[in-house]
């Protein structure tokens, strides 16, 4: 028993001494962020369409965009989380702001989306220690994990990634990647609005509505957004 509680204490202190030490982050720039987005938004999709496949055992889009790989959720939250949290440089700083953090940007991007959009994404009221349904206390948590883990063995690998492509490429592929995004964007937006308003029966007699209600229909938008709460 004395070689179990001697192991164990070396293992606290060892677990205290990592979460207190002090990290570094590379160098970063504007262009890097729309890597990071791109990047975060991308492995976001593959993340929960894997969690959908082995829980579920089917397949079911998660992207959330209209053109694209790339969970806008999952791609803003973790711009979002590295520039709030690149000023602090220890593990549990990450886990505990992460935490708080993570659950600000989805409770609000929730609120955003159903008040300015019509529409909710995701609805976690059923959940336990759930706050206004649009995130929970556990979720939080996991927000403070996935900081500390992206910010000690994620970003700073991909940054540094990033920076070993030529200066003007580099350069010139964010801005590409940043026209897609924002393409990407002024599709979706429009495509949300008239999903939410089509199912309570509003419809507008002009050329451009007619385009996004015949493109991005409600079998469309079903099949990208499985999830979407509307009407």
């Known amino acids: 028993m004395k070689d179990i509680a001697?192991?164990?204490s070396r293992r606290t202190h060892a677990c205290v001494d990592w979460l207190s030490k002090p990290r570094a982050m590379p160098?970063?720039?504007?262009?890097?962020?729309?890597?990071?987005?791109?990047?975060a938004g991308t492995v976001g999709?593959?993340?929960?369409?894997?969690?959908?496949?082995?829980?579920?055992?089917?397949?079911e889009n998660r992207s959330g965009s209209i053109i694209t790989t790339v969970n806008w959720v999952y791609g803003l939250g973790a711009v979002i989380m590295f520039?709030?949290?690149?000023?602090?440089?220890?593990?549990?700083?990450?886990?505990?702001?992460?935490?708080?953090?993570?659950?600000?940007?989805?409770?609000?991007?929730?609120?955003?989306?159903?008040?300015?959009?019509?529409?909710?994404?995701?609805?976690?009221?059923?959940?336990?220690?759930?706050?206004?349904?649009?995130?929970?206390?556990?979720?939080?948590?996991?927000?403070?994990l996935l900081c500390m883990a992206c910010m000690c063995w994620l970003f700073p690998p991909v940054l540094r990634l990033v920076?070993?492509?030529?200066?003007?490429?580099?350069?010139?592929?964010?801005v590409a990647l940043a026209v897609i995004m924002l393409v990407d964007l002024s599709l979706m937006v429009p495509?949300?609005?008239?999903?939410?308003?089509?199912?309570?029966?509003?419809?507008?007699?002009?050329?451009?509505?007619?385009?996004?209600?015949r493109v991005f229909n409600d079998t469309f938008m079903h099949s990208r957004y499985p999830n979407m709460q509307v009407g």
């Open 6 to 8: 001697q192991t164990i």
């Open 27 to 39: 160098r970063w720039d504007a262009y890097d962020m729309v890597y990071l987005f791109a990047i």
């Open 45 to 59: 999709t593959v993340y929960e369409e894997a969690l959908i496949g082995l829980t579920h055992g089917v397949f």
């Open 83 to 144: 520039l709030a949290l690149r000023r602090a440089d220890r593990p549990w700083q990450y886990i505990v702001y992460g935490s708080l953090l993570g659950g600000a940007v989805e409770f609000t991007l929730s609120l955003i989306q159903q008040y300015l959009l019509g529409t909710r994404s995701w609805d976690y009221s059923g959940k336990f220690l759930n706050i206004g349904g649009r995130t929970t206390v556990p979720y939080m948590l996991v927000w403070g």
């Open 163 to 174: 920076h070993r492509i030529p200066g003007r490429a580099r350069c010139s592929i964010a």
């Open 191 to 213: 495509a949300i609005i008239r999903y939410g308003q089509r199912a309570h029966g509003v419809y507008f007699d002009n050329p451009y509505c007619h385009w996004v209600d």
